[in-house]
Each structure stands twice: as structure tokens, then as C-alpha cells.
């Protein structure tokens, strides 16, 4: 591992690398090498050969989708999925009509969206415009994932071969297990937004080497923080506290530097504020104070936590993980834990073998298992059982921010800190190999690499599941909509848009946004005087009646938001004709619900339950449709003036 502090630093400074060495014993002569400034002449071919490997490995993961990627979706998170194409379409549009990138009436019209409150992942979405309005938003979502892997491990790569293993193969296990965690991979079936983490590997390394040249440094980290917060802000949140904790922790284990260098390190965070405050305070006011915002969570902190004994498990998108063990996780979306015991075993292994020489390696393991108990949530749930036992985040339940988190992410914190301690127990093995061979142990590199692939092969990611895209009807991919909604007014599809029937998002994705659409999938508040958080828009009668009848007969579909009828696990257990019926105040309601909305044409696809929705609507609304384009038209302009 490099041992010198980089061009420009004193020998004084605090630096990753710093904290790396060993502090009783001397590194090796063979381990310290002059750091030098970044140049092209310092990418090597086996770094060329790293990144591209680290590519196909982004590919292997997205293969599923790539397949056929303008007729499929993912398959475990349609709904986020839909989502994001709905981002893509929106930052493509700000090319073409000019408008506040934080608001967004075109979706829940007429109240808006509040953007910078939901995932717009501008950082991601605006840089991929131009291959939204080329190839269209499934290709800019295909492309938007496999670059959040890529360059997530990508980075982690650069990072850990320039300033902590001077191997190149000890790098690139680290990086691959930083950029195809099970984590990651998990929120690859749907939220690209949490898997593009290529920013923090560069927020790390600048903080911890941040003494050395405060005011240049302090202006990278600045605008470092104002990308990633355009990114993802809860990925930010997670990792300013993991970085907080693991500065905290280096400085207790050499409190003579802290006490030189902390004026100096203070110096570069007070540049980093001036730099990141005036770039987010409009974009944050808005957030938190502008239309549509909200706040809390729509469900409690306990819906999504990690079972204790999920760590020494595996994922079901992993090589170890293919037989699915549901009673220890919440959702495919949250295996973030799912480490499996050899590599927790090895990770321990390194951390003791290093834990006296390496102050790095202890502050790193204790931030991960203080990161690891947060995960855990305010109550312990083990092998799938929920005990009343408290866990650490008990702590935290009424701090602000804090509170805000979904406590089973705090892993996020922990993938760094094993993929470090993977790269330096290769690193380790490799430089012990000519020893070992010295003092005749000729099994030593095959003993290792056993070990190594034992512990990372299981973890290794299995393709997303994808499956089969809702056709986007004919009425709206040849611009026949326009024959019926003008410009103000809006479209109503059947059911209305939300988190179980994303659909509508996909056409209006498709048609570039140009037509409103009242409702959909987002996050707001629950009413006018009510800021809580919740999924969707407040409940109106009408579109809670056609959700209703779209999930008749059988069991109700698992929903969180405005159109969940209320008492529905009941609603099934009536007669059918009890559910469809309408009622003279249904359809007074029904037609102050246009009125709200502003609705020009109701449009019902084929879609499950069509009959029913078919009639319902019809009754509604006093008249039959006509089939136009692929889809049942109600033409409304002569109900809504």
C-alpha cells in the first residue's frame, strides 16, 4: 500500500494513505511507492483491462433488459422503473420547453409534482437527455443503469489502486464487490438512483486527505456533495455519516496529527460549505418549503430493516442466493445485507490480522458495525421473527433527518469498508506469496485463491429479472390523443395512475410529456392541511372506486396510497355487483372529480377487469365510449367546460 503522502502534502498531513500504514512496524520497502499527479501515462493496460472487465460485469448484471429493451421492464419494481423513464422524459423535455426542473405539473395535474422531493436523479437524467430524445426513455434507462454499476466500481477501483494497494488484481476484487454488492444489486431492479455511487468514492478520498490542500480540495469536495446530492440526497446523508464517524474515529487513534491537522481539515469543510451551500439552497428550500412538499416517511421505520441473520446469508440475486429465503428480507429491492459468512469470515480475518499496524482498518470496522447495528431498525428482528427487543436506531427514531432514513441502507455504509478490507487482504496474500514460497510452502497461493473465490463467488450477482413491458397503445404512440386533449386540459386513464398501476407513466413518458395526466406514482402530501409523507395524491371517490373495481374479483393488490379503498380486504369479500355499482351521488362526484382535473378524455386500455371498468365508467359518466386507436374513448369536453 502507498506509504507517501502525495505531491504537494507535508509529511504531516492527513491522508488516506497515512492512515493506512502501519503504525509499530515499517511497511515493507516493496510497498511504498511515489504517488504521483494524475496522468494519462498512469493508465496502464491492466487498468484498461480492470474497466473493461467491470463493464461487462455492469452488462451481465442489466443482460436481462438488454435483451429486448423496448419491450421489456424490470420485473421485481416495474412501478420504479416506470418512474425513472418518466425522470428521463422529464429532464429531456427541459431541453425542448424550458421550465422549472424542480416542479412538474404534467403528472397529478392540477397540483403537481414537487421533484426535488421524489427521485428525479437530475444528475443522472439531464446528462442522458440526449439519448433520451434519440432513442427514448427504455434506452436512456437501460444505459442510466449500466453506467450506475460500471462507474460505481469503476471508482472504487481508481480509489483503491491510487491510494491503498499497490496491486492491481487486490483493487479490483475490492471494486467488484463496492460495485456489484448485493445492495447495489438490489436496487438495480428499479432505483438507479441508490446504485450510482461513483461520486462517493471521490467524497472519501478527498475528506480524509483534505489537510494536505484545504482550499483546492475543499472546493472539489463542495462540488462533489451539490452532484451527489443531485443524485441521490439519501445515499449523501448515509455516507456524510460514515465519513463523520470514521474521521471521528482516526483522529481518537492519533490524536497528535488531529491536534495539527484539525484547523486544516476544519479550514477545507468550511471551503466545502462555501461552495455547496449557495448551489443548494434554492433547489433544498424548494424541496422542503414549495409546492407539494412533505414530510416523514409514508410508512414506519420498521417496514424496511435487515434481519439480524441476514448477513451470513445471501441474496436472491446472487450466485449463493438462487434458492430465495423471503422470511429474511422485506422485498428482492432490499437484500442489503445478504454478505454470506465466508467473506464476513474473511473480512475478520483481515481486521485482525491488521487491526494493531492499520489504523485505518480499525476505524473503517468499527464505523461498519455501528453502520451494521443501524440497519438492524428500532426493534431486532431475527431468522425472520420481529422481537421487541431495541436496536440502536431506537436512538435516533426522533432525530431530525435521521428519521427520514430507511434504516435497512444504513448497509450501504458497511460495502465499502468489506471491499477495502478485500483489497488489502489480497493484497496481504500477494505480498506473503514469495515468503511462502521461500519457506517451502508450495500450496500458499492455491490456499488463498480457494479462500478468496470461496468468499466472493457466491456473492457475485445473477442477472435482474425482467419481464414484459405494458404496451403503450396506438391512441398515444401516433399522436391520436391529440385529437381529444387540448392544450390545459388533461387525459384520465383507467384506473387512474399510481404505484400498482404505473402504466399511464409509460405513455406519457412516451409522448414526451406533451399531455397532462391527473394523479400517478410520486411522493406528496396526504392533503391540503396534512404535509405527511405518502405515495400518490389524496384520496378522490372517483379514482378510489376505479381502482377498486380494477382489482375485482380475487384478493386486493398489496397498495400503499390514495387509492387504496378504504376497508379493501373486506371489499373482495362482496358480491361483485356491490363493488361496480353506481350510485346517483357517484356520479356527482365523478363529475366533480373532472372538473378537478380538468379532464378532456377518459382512455381505458386492455387491461385486466376491462368489462367491468368498462361499464363502471360508462355509468359514471352517462355514455358509452368508442374504440379509437387500441383504447375505449369517453369524450368529456361536453361534461368538463
Same mark, same amino acid.
Given at each position: 500500500?502507498?506509504?507517501?503522502?502525495?505531491?504537494?502534502?507535508?509529511?504531516?498531513?492527513?491522508?488516506?494513505?497515512?492512515? &493506512?500504514?502501519?503504525?509499530?512496524?515499517?511497511?515493507?520497502? *516493496?510497498?511504498?511507492?511515489?504517488?504521483?499527479?494524475?496522468?494519462?501515462?498512469?493508465?496502464?493496460?491492466?487498468?484498461?483491462?480492470?474497466?473493461?472487465?467491470?463493464?461487462?460485469?455492469?452488462?451481465?448484471?442489466?443482460? #436481462?433488459?438488454?435483451?429486448?429493451?423496448?419491450?421489456?421492464?424490470?420485473?421485481?419494481?416495474?412501478?420504479? #422503473?416506470?418512474?425513472?423513464?418518466?425522470?428521463?422524459?422529464?429532464?429531456?423535455?427541459?431541453?425542448?420547453?424550458?421550465?422549472?426542473?424542480?416542479?412538474?405539473?404534467?403528472?397529478?395535474?392540477?397540483?403537481?409534482?414537487?421533484?426535488?422531493?421524489?427521485?428525479?436523479?437530475?444528475?443522472?437524467?439531464?446528462?442522458?437527455?440526449?439519448?433520451?430524445?434519440?432513442?427514448?426513455?427504455?434506452?436512456?434507462?437501460?444505459?442510466?443503469?449500466?453506467?450506475?454499476?460500471?462507474?460505481?466500481?469503476?471508482?472504487?477501483?481508481?480509489?483503491?489502486?491510487?491510494?491503498?494497494?499497490?496491486?492491481?488484481?487486490?483493487?479490483?476484487?475490492?471494486?467488484?464487490?463496492?460495485?456489484?454488492?448485493?445492495?447495489?444489486?438490489?436496487?438495480?431492479?428499479?432505483?438507479?438512483?441508490?446504485?450510482?455511487?461513483?461520486?462517493?468514492?471521490?467524497?472519501?478520498?478527498?475528506?480524509?486527505?483534505?489537510?494536505?490542500?484545504?482550499?483546492?480540495?475543499?472546493?472539489?469536495?463542495?462540488?462533489?456533495?451539490?452532484?451527489?446530492?443531485?443524485?441521490?440526497?439519501?445515499?449523501?446523508?448515509?455516507?456524510?455519516?460514515?465519513?463523520? +464517524?470514521?474521521?471521528?474515529?482516526?483522529?481518537?487513534?492519533?490524536?497528535?496529527?488531529?491536534?495539527?491537522?484539525?484547523?486544516?481539515?476544519?479550514?477545507?469543510?468550511?471551503?466545502?460549505?462555501?461552495?455547496?451551500?449557495?448551489?443548494?439552497?434554492?433547489?433544498?428550500?424548494?424541496?422542503?418549503?414549495?409546492?407539494?412538499?412533505?414530510?416523514?416517511?409514508?410508512?414506519?421505520?420498521?417496514?424496511?430493516?435487515?434481519?439480524?441473520?441476514?448477513?451470513?446469508?445471501?441474496?436472491?440475486?446472487?450466485?449463493?442466493?438462487? &434458492?430465495?429465503?423471503? *422470511?429474511?428480507?422485506?422485498?428482492?429491492?432490499?437484500?442489503?445485507?445478504?454478505?454470506?459468512?465466508?467473506?464476513?469470515?474473511?473480512?475478520?480475518? %483481515? *481486521?485482525?490480522?491488521?487491526?494493531?499496524?492499520?489504523?485505518?482498518?480499525?476505524?473503517?470496522?468499527?464505523?461498519?458495525?455501528?453502520?451494521?447495528?443501524?440497519?438492524?431498525?428500532?426493534?431486532?428482528?431475527?431468522?425472520?421473527?420481529?422481537?421487541?427487543?431495541?436496536?440502536?436506531?431506537?436512538?435516533?427514531?426522533?432525530?431530525?433527518?435521521?428519521?427520514?432514513?430507511?434504516?435497512?441502507?444504513?448497509?450501504?455504509?458497511?460495502?465499502?469498508?468489506?471491499?477495502?478490507?478485500?483489497?488489502?487482504?489480497?493484497?496481504?496474500?500477494?505480498?506473503?506469496?514469495?515468503?511462502?514460497?521461500?519457506?517451502?510452502?508450495?500450496?500458499?497461493?492455491? +490456499?488463498? %485463491?480457494?479462500?478468496?473465490?470461496?468468499?466472493?463467488?457466491?456473492?457475485?450477482?445473477?442477472?435482474?429479472?425482467?419481464?414484459?413491458?405494458?404496451?403503450?397503445?396506438?391512441?398515444?404512440?401516433?399522436?391520436?390523443?391529440?385529437?381529444?386533449?387540448?392544450?390545459?386540459?388533461?387525459?384520465?386513464?383507467?384506473?387512474?395512475?399510481?404505484?400498482?398501476?404505473?402504466?399511464?407513466?409509460?405513455?406519457?413518458?412516451?409522448?414526451?410529456?406533451?399531455?397532462?395526466?391527473?394523479?400517478?406514482?410520486?411522493?406528496?402530501?396526504?392533503?391540503?392541511?396534512?404535509?405527511?409523507?405518502?405515495?400518490?395524491?389524496?384520496?378522490?371517490?372517483?379514482?378510489?372506486?376505479?381502482?377498486?373495481?380494477?382489482?375485482?374479483?380475487?384478493?386486493?393488490?398489496?397498495?400503499?396510497?390514495?387509492?387504496?379503498?378504504?376497508?379493501?380486504?373486506?371489499?373482495?369479500?362482496?358480491?361483485?355487483?356491490?363493488?361496480?355499482? +353506481?350510485?346517483?351521488?357517484?356520479?356527482?362526484?365523478?363529475?366533480?372529480?373532472?372538473?378537478?382535473?380538468?379532464?378532456?378524455?377518459?382512455?381505458?386500455?386492455?387491461?385486466?377487469?376491462?368489462?367491468?371498468?368498462?361499464?363502471?365508467?360508462?355509468?359514471?359518466?352517462?355514455?358509452?365510449?368508442?374504440?379509437?386507436?387500441?383504447?375505449?374513448?369517453?369524450? +368529456?369536453?361536453?361534461?368538463?367546460?
Amino acid at each position: 500500500m502507498n506509504a507517501s503522502a502525495p505531491i504537494g502534502d507535508t509529511p504531516q498531513t492527513m491522508t488516506i494513505t497515512d492512515h &493506512a500504514r502501519s503504525a509499530p512496524e515499517p511497511e515493507p520497502e *516493496t510497498s511504498s511507492r511515489p504517488a504521483r499527479a494524475f496522468t494519462w501515462r498512469r493508465i496502464s493496460p491492466s487498468d484498461v483491462f480492470a474497466h473493461g472487465c467491470l463493464l461487462l460485469g455492469a452488462l451481465w448484471v442489466t443482460s #436481462h433488459l438488454w435483451k429486448d429493451v423496448r419491450q421489456r421492464v424490470l420485473a421485481s419494481n416495474p412501478g420504479d #422503473h416506470t418512474q425513472f423513464e418518466w425522470m428521463l422524459a422529464h429532464a429531456a423535455r427541459l431541453f425542448v420547453h424550458p421550465e422549472n426542473p424542480f416542479f412538474s405539473r404534467q403528472m397529478n395535474f392540477p397540483d403537481g409534482v414537487n421533484l426535488m422531493a421524489n427521485t428525479s436523479a437530475l444528475g443522472l437524467t439531464i446528462p442522458l437527455a440526449p439519448v433520451t430524445l434519440i432513442w427514448g426513455p427504455p434506452v436512456a434507462f437501460a444505459v442510466m443503469l449500466t453506467l450506475a454499476l460500471w462507474l460505481t466500481a469503476s471508482a472504487w477501483y481508481h480509489v483503491f489502486s491510487r491510494h491503498l494497494v499497490r496491486s492491481r488484481p487486490a483493487a479490483f476484487a475490492g471494486a467488484v464487490l463496492c460495485g456489484f454488492a448485493p445492495a447495489l444489486v438490489a436496487h438495480a431492479s428499479g432505483q438507479p438512483n441508490l446504485v450510482a455511487q461513483f461520486a462517493i468514492p471521490f467524497i472519501v478520498v478527498t475528506v480524509l486527505r483534505l489537510p494536505g490542500r484545504p482550499v483546492a480540495r475543499g472546493v472539489l469536495l463542495g462540488l462533489l456533495v451539490v452532484y451527489q446530492a443531485f443524485v441521490n440526497e439519501e445515499v449523501l446523508f448515509f455516507f456524510a455519516q460514515g465519513i463523520g +464517524v470514521l474521521v471521528l474515529l482516526c483522529a481518537l487513534f492519533d490524536l497528535g496529527r488531529a491536534r495539527q491537522e484539525w484547523r486544516r481539515f476544519l479550514a477545507g469543510l468550511g471551503v466545502a460549505a462555501l461552495v455547496a451551500i449557495p448551489l443548494l439552497a434554492f433547489p433544498l428550500y424548494w424541496q422542503f418549503t414549495g409546492p407539494q412538499g412533505y414530510k416523514g416517511l409514508p410508512f414506519p421505520p420498521s417496514s424496511y430493516t435487515q434481519d439480524a441473520l441476514a448477513y451470513v446469508t445471501y441474496a436472491r440475486e446472487a450466485v449463493g442466493g438462487r &434458492a430465495p429465503v423471503p *422470511t429474511l428480507g422485506t422485498s428482492p429491492n432490499e437484500d442489503n445485507s445478504s454478505f454470506g459468512w465466508p467473506l464476513l469470515a474473511l473480512c475478520l480475518a %483481515v *481486521t485482525v490480522l491488521l487491526w494493531r499496524r492499520n489504523r485505518l482498518v480499525r476505524a473503517a470496522s468499527i464505523t461498519a458495525v455501528i453502520f451494521a447495528a443501524l440497519s438492524l431498525g428500532p426493534n431486532l428482528t431475527i431468522g425472520g421473527r420481529h422481537t421487541h427487543y431495541p436496536g440502536p436506531f431506537r436512538l435516533l427514531l426522533h432525530v431530525p433527518l435521521v428519521d427520514l432514513s430507511v434504516p435497512g441502507r444504513f448497509t450501504l455504509v458497511v460495502i465499502p469498508v468489506i471491499g477495502m478490507l478485500v483489497a488489502l487482504g489480497v493484497q496481504q496474500a500477494i505480498d506473503a506469496t514469495p515468503r511462502m514460497r521461500e519457506a517451502g510452502v508450495r500450496v500458499w497461493t492455491l +490456499v488463498w %485463491v480457494i479462500v478468496l473465490l470461496g468468499a466472493l463467488v457466491p456473492v457475485l450477482p445473477t442477472p435482474v429479472p425482467a419481464a414484459g413491458r405494458p404496451q403503450v397503445p396506438a391512441f398515444i404512440t401516433s399522436g391520436q390523443w391529440r385529437q381529444y386533449v387540448p392544450a390545459g386540459r388533461t387525459m384520465v386513464p383507467v384506473p387512474l395512475g399510481a404505484w400498482r398501476s404505473p402504466e399511464p407513466l409509460l405513455w406519457q413518458a412516451v409522448a414526451r410529456l406533451d399531455f397532462n395526466m391527473p394523479r400517478g406514482y410520486f411522493l406528496g402530501p396526504s392533503g391540503p392541511d396534512d404535509t405527511q409523507a405518502m405515495f400518490g395524491a389524496p384520496p378522490r371517490p372517483t379514482s378510489t372506486k376505479l381502482y377498486a373495481v380494477s382489482v375485482l374479483p380475487g384478493e386486493p393488490k398489496p397498495y400503499v396510497g390514495g387509492d387504496t379503498p378504504l376497508g379493501s380486504v373486506e371489499y373482495t369479500e362482496r358480491p361483485t355487483d356491490v363493488a361496480t355499482r +353506481v350510485t346517483a351521488a357517484d356520479r356527482s362526484q365523478a363529475l366533480a372529480d373532472l372538473r378537478y382535473w380538468r379532464a378532456a378524455a377518459i382512455v381505458l386500455a386492455p387491461v385486466g377487469n376491462e368489462e367491468q371498468l368498462w361499464r363502471t365508467t360508462s355509468e359514471l359518466v352517462g355514455f358509452r365510449p368508442k374504440f379509437v386507436g387500441g383504447v375505449w374513448l369517453w369524450d +368529456v369536453r361536453g361534461l368538463v367546460p
